[in-house]
């Protein structure tokens, strides 16, 4: 590969052929600033409309300046970051923007995470000379997950390139002109008429306020102030691997014990985990395959495989709306979120003694979709939800600050129990890939009666958009699907279509699974805040003395006591689901 050498405000370094005037400045640690630019190499995730131009930069020898973001280097190129012309032209670029901006950052949902606030600060924008511009007024989109504001949309169309490009959901476009350009799905509907699966990726690259979650915090605050009920709290396996980052906690660093400590600060009536029914979806859905298995090998048809995991309300809604033709195909079980809402109104109110109208299920979810999940119908029993209210990690971090609980001081603390307590298996359903290594963990001992004395299978393990491996369970050699984001697994579904064999395939709608959900702290363009992530989450399953779900005693216990068996009638009312066709439009 040929390399070019770059010189920028005095600094000269070398940069392969193709890369452009910002990766040589970020090779050099020189900052030039970007709004639309988004770029997570990893994750094959790449906006490059080069429209915003606050990263312009003066080149030598070419007379206007150049869009660093979009500029391919050159050898000898001369570069200058921090010229007066350099300075005067993001200024401009910047009252341009803030021209037809509302200036509202008093109560902007974004306010204090805003880019085009922090870029407006940081030039010491103070007044807007460009005032007086038609301001759109578009009316707000309110769905289940995601608050659309339109009117703050600064048009970087990188909500596109995640819905368009990266998901293939293809339900936001730019569409009118001048001041009026919004993105919008098509004839302007609102998301909860579109295909949208509420994966939250568009908000979770927006730079501004314009696509924002559907907060909920204050409703678990009247939750907990009403006197009357016992609220209890859930929390995903993603969130403990970034809570952290917004609470000044380094990234990469596990705040198990500190997140329990917190919401039994914030007066929770017990603090239970999703990882319990994180380990409860593994003896139902791990149940489900060899069950399927089975039957499939000795000529079943009825039994399909591959078994499709289902526990991303995310995917769920998107196969839903994209295959409707294989709605038979992804496990019945529901997703441990649902689980968990599920056991907490039946088997955890009768321990109580109390009726499940009087019980309040919170979740906190690195997820936008499990909002939009927990009111789907058929989650509710008598108009009953069996999840009452689901806050994001951002949204928890919010309500820590809000209540001035010092986290980082905090002592580590446990969960509660009978619902708090989980296996290694858990934690790693955060991460692509690890829904699929804890339920092999227990098929294969299920499947065989031997014990499993390596439980960490590498090979489903890693960001590959789409992963295939094939791991022998007792007699069987299994074909194993992985796909993170809905582009590449609609690849793979196609893959599985066209008559290519597998047995099991996971799904995370989130690139690199959960621990990038729609709801996690904002990763403001950094790929590393993802491994990290998954660093936290591998690290929580080797520490725990127990790795396998079935080995879980409070699981053993609720099946002794309660469900019976996995697959049994009752576990089969609690726990599984159906799908339904969706529009495709
Ligand atoms: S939530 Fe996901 S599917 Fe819906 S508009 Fe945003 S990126 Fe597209
Ligand atoms: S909604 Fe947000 S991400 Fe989408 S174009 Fe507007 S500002 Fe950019
Ligand atoms: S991958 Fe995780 S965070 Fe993303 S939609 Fe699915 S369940 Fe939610
Ligand atoms: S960041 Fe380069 S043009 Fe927008």
Redesign the pocket.
Known sequence: MSMLTVTIDGKTTTVPAGSTILDAAKKLDVDIPTL?YLNLEDLRVNNNVASCRICVVEVEGRRNLAPACATPAADKMVVKTNTLRVLNARKTVLELLLSDHPKDCLVCAKSGECELQTLAEKFGIRESPYDGGEMSHYRKDVSASII?D?D?????????TMCNDVQTCGV?S?VNRGFTA??APAFEMNLADTVCTNCGQ?VA????G??VEHDHSWAVVDALADTDKVVIVQTAPAVRAALGEDLGIAPGTSVTGKMAAALRRLGFDHIFDTDFAADLTIMEEGSEFLDRLTRHLNGDQTAKLPILTSCCPGWVKFFEHNFPDMLDVPSTAKSPQQMFGAIAKSYYAELLGIPREKLVVVSVMPCLAKKYERARPEFSVDGNPDVDIVISTRELARLIKRMNIDFAGLPDEDFDNPLGESTGAAPIFGVTGGVIEAALRTAYELATGETLQKVDFEDVRGMEGVKVATVQVGPHELRIGIAHGLGNARKLLNRVREGEVFHAIEVMACPGGCIGGGGQPYHHGDIELLKLRTKVLYEEDAGKPLRKSHQNPYIIELYEKFLGKPLSEKSHHLLHTHYFKRQRL
């Open positions: 639309c659309r339109m703050k949309c600064i048009m970087c169309r990188r909500c596109e936001l730019g919004v993105v568009c690259v927006c730079p501004v314009a696509l």
